[in-house]
């Protein structure tokens, strides 16, 4: 049962909206239940006319970039997910500082590849996380001591009251691993970012980036998750206390703590969303016992979860 205007949406959307589908194709957890509609976006203009229309109808809608910082609920979610496929990415070698301008649906694997092939530094540490520049520039996205606040110029965003602006490095707000618009769930879409980098030996731009993928693949575990689960509190490192707190290997379900790293959470096969929930409550709960510490999410919750004592 859907409290949707579904043949408004047929009819503005066409075949261009699908509908009831399953959210576990389009997470890095493999987890995720039946969304009312989506719609795939190639390009910003695909995006201002969709959300337009979902303004003036009142729908919600959630922006979908890779599904990789995002627990979508077993339930799934009445709304419309507007999946980011805009995906085209400039390296402006001409400029000085040279420039990086990528759609927000670009990955940040192909961004920092591109730049490294082009003698632009600044974008290896970013090839190893399985994101979009929309939700990166969203969420602060970091790795290896760095993060998207180090190297964004600016980013071309839409807002219902405000229509398309450009915001400045200022105005996101960042935060580790969090923006102005995460913190306040404010709605903002990025539709485009400008990053800054420097000029550097295209061959020792690749080594780096190799280097650090390298180290990535060595220190994390393989299978579906969505990375780090908790934000590192300050002076501490939430895999350490979920360790400590003995909850490597803690299973729920088809879902484990990783016994490589415990900061993720491991889809074994077959795990429910519901699985992952339980097993971030039960690493919360043991470590504010153990250690007096509050585990903050990184990722963001979607939908309605069952919940666990
Ligand atoms: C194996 C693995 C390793 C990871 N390693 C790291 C790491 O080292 N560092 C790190 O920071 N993260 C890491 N992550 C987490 C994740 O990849 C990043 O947070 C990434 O930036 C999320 O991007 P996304 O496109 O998948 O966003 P999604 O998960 O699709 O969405 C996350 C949030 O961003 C919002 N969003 C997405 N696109 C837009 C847009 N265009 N405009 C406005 N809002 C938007 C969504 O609405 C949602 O609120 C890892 C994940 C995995 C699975």
Redesign the pocket.
């Known amino acids: 049962m859907t409290n949707l205007p579904i043949s408004q949406l047929q009819e503005i959307f066409g075949e261009r909206l699908q509908e009831g589908v399953h959210m576990n194709n389009y997470t ?1 957890t493999k987890v995720g239940g039946p969304v009312t509609g989506l719609i795939s976006i190639n390009s910003a203009s695909e995006m201002e006319f969709a959300l337009t229309n979902l303004w003036k109808l009142n729908v919600p809608y ?9 627990l979508i609920s077993d339930r799934g979610y009445d709304g419309i997910v507007l999946h ?1 496929r805009s995906h085209n990415v400039k390296v402006n070698t001409k400029n000085e500082p040279p420039l990086v301008i990528a759609e ?1 649906g670009a990955s ?1 694997g192909q961004v920092a590849q591109l730049a490294s092939r082009r003698g632009v530094s600044g974008f290896e540490w970013a090839n ?5 520049v ?3 520039v ?2 602060n ?3 290896h001591g760095t ?1 998207i606040s180090q190297i964004l110029q600016s980013a071309l965003v839409l807002t219902r009251a405000g229509g398309s602006q450009l915001l400045s490095n200022e105005d996101m707000g960042y935060e580790y ?1 969090s923006s102005k618009f ?1 913190r306040e769930r404010k709605s ?4 485009e970012a400008t990053f800054v980098g420097q000029k550097a030996d295209p061959e020792d731009c690749m080594s780096l980036l190799h280097e650090l993928t390298e180290k990535r693949h060595k220190t ?1 575990p393989v299978g579906p ?4 689960t908790f934000k590192n509190p300050a002076g501490n490192f939430a895999g350490k206390l979920l360790a400590e707190a003995g909850m490597k290997g803690v299973t729920c379900g088809g879902a484990s703590f990783s016994k490589v790293h415990a900061n993720f959470i491991v889809n074994n096969g077959g795990a429910s969303a519901q699985d992952y929930y339980c097993l971030i409550r039960q690493g919360q709960k043991r470590v504010m016992e153990q250690f007096g510490v509050q585990l903050d999410l990184e990722i ?1 919750l979607l939908g309605e979860f069952e919940d666990v004592d």
């Open positions: 890095t959630y922006i979908l970039g890779s599904g990789s910082n995002l980011n927000s940040l190893s996380i399985p994101g979009t929309g939700g990166a969203y969420g996205a970091g790795a993060d691993r995460k903002v879409i990025i539709l994390q998750s969505f990375g780090s963001e």
